[in-house]
């Protein structure tokens, strides 16, 4: 089993940056494809970006270009770049193990334990 551990989330103002980061532990990171989620209150949990272990990468169709997934299999690290964050980006986003194919990424039932992101003036 993957322990696996958010950080870098936070309040910023509409138009800023963060950057999440998960670092993994107690499993094979690099076979596994790594994805972000997200989840405001009411609200489905929703794939922000999934990361297959060679590299391929798919988003969230609310991405639009502005965030940016990326993997370090040596430091066992994924991290998600946000930019121009906007209020309707305020969630709990968490780090989760999953599978890639068919050039999608399936959500697994490892979780991390979230990481608060607020957008607000």
């Known amino acids: 089993q993957v322990q696996l551990v958010e950080s870098g989330g936070g309040l910023v103002q509409p138009g800023g940056s963060l950057r999440l980061s998960c670092a993994a532990s107690?499993?094979?990171?690099?076979?596994?494809?790594m994805g972000w989620y997200r989840q405001a209150p009411g609200k489905e949990r929703e794939l922000v970006a999934g990361?297959?272990?060679?590299?391929?990468?798919v988003y969230g169709g609310f991405v639009k270009g502005r965030f940016t997934i990326s993997r370090d299999n040596a430091k066992k690290v994924v991290e998600l770049q946000m930019n121009d964050l906007q209020p309707e980006d305020t969630s709990v986003y968490f780090c989760?193990?999953?599978?890639?194919?068919?050039?999608?990424?399936?959500?697994?039932?490892?979780w991390g334990q979230g990481t608060q992101v607020t957008v607000s003036p």
């Open positions: 107690g499993g094979a990171f690099s076979i596994s494809a």
């Open positions: 989760n193990k999953g599978t890639f194919y068919d050039n999608k990424y399936h959500m697994g039932t490892n």
């Open positions: 990361i297959s272990r060679g590299g391929t990468i």
